[in-house]
């Protein structure tokens, strides 16, 4: 069965630094697709960026981009010179492409970053 | 404009009664998904529809109907409502199965 983990419950960081979130999974497939989204405090869940475990190189979408370990089946997320806007709560997930793709994602429980000015 | 419309924003239910959670994305998307946001517990996949067809369901209880009357149409309709349903239900969209998804702005349900 999938399962998404995130162990750092919170991160603080100042303004203007770089941080990264950590994030494992365990999957049976050879194949499969990675994501992080964030949940704003007004609810809002905005996708950020994906991983396809079968590219090499590590994805990077504006100040977000990700460190994809596959034989660790690690996958954590970095942003670069952080800013207030980006307090939120960070979801990993997971999609198995398996032969009925039914686009279930399995999501970790979140990190809550706090970037202080 | 929102693109994937969730009504009622708020909703507060006597036990034992029914709701709908309404969701319609103008997205042009071909599946549509439900999932549940419950405090301390990651977010849940309920179901997923393709071209309005049911093609997973990991719901136990079978009070949880998804229901689709119109390709971007996916309400969700609960009943026989319990306390330990009070959470907040996205309804969330993607072009296809593999794309990524947008979600809606949630309908948070308090069952008392």
């Known amino acids: 069965a999938q399962k998404v983990t995130q162990t750092q419950t919170s991160i603080s960081v100042m303004e203007k630094t770089t941080v990264t979130m950590d994030c494992v999974y365990e999957?049976?497939?050879?194949?499969?697709?990675l994501f992080w989204y964030k949940q704003t405090a007004s609810g809002e869940i905005v996708f950020l960026i994906r991983?396809?475990?079968?590219?090499?190189e590590n994805a990077t979408v504006g100040h977000y981009s990700l460190n994809f370990q596959k034989p660790k089946s690690s996958i954590g997320l970095i942003i670069t010179a952080t800013q207030i806007e980006d307090s939120a709560v960070y979801f990993c997930?997971?999609?198995?492409?398996?032969?009925?793709?039914?686009?279930?994602?399995?999501f970790g429980h979140g990190t809550i970053l706090r970037v202080h000015p | 404009d929102p693109k994937i419309i969730q009504k009622p924003k708020y909703l507060v239910a006597v036990t034992g009664s029914e709701k709908i959670l309404i969701c319609e994305q103008y997205?042009?998307?071909?599946?549509m998904y439900w999932y549940r946001q419950s405090a301390k517990k990651p977010l849940e996949f309920m179901f997923s529809?393709?071209?309005?067809?049911?093609?997973d369901n990991q719901t136990a209880s079978s009070r949880f109907q998804p229901q689709s009357s119109k390709k971007n149409h996916l309400d969700l309709q609960i009943t026989a409502l319990k306390p330990d349903d009070s959470a907040t239900y996205f309804c969330?969209?993607?072009?296809?199965?593999?794309?990524?998804?947008?979600f809606g702005s949630g309908t948070r349900l308090l069952v008392i």
């Open positions: 999957t049976q497939d050879s194949s499969y697709f």
């Open positions: 991983q396809d475990s079968y590219k090499k």
């Open positions: 997205l042009g998307h071909n599946a």
């Open positions: 529809y393709s071209y309005q067809k049911l093609m």
């Open positions: 969330a969209s993607s072009q296809t199965a593999n794309s990524d998804y947008t």
């Open positions: 997930a997971m999609r198995e492409n398996t032969g009925a793709n039914t686009g279930k994602l399995t």
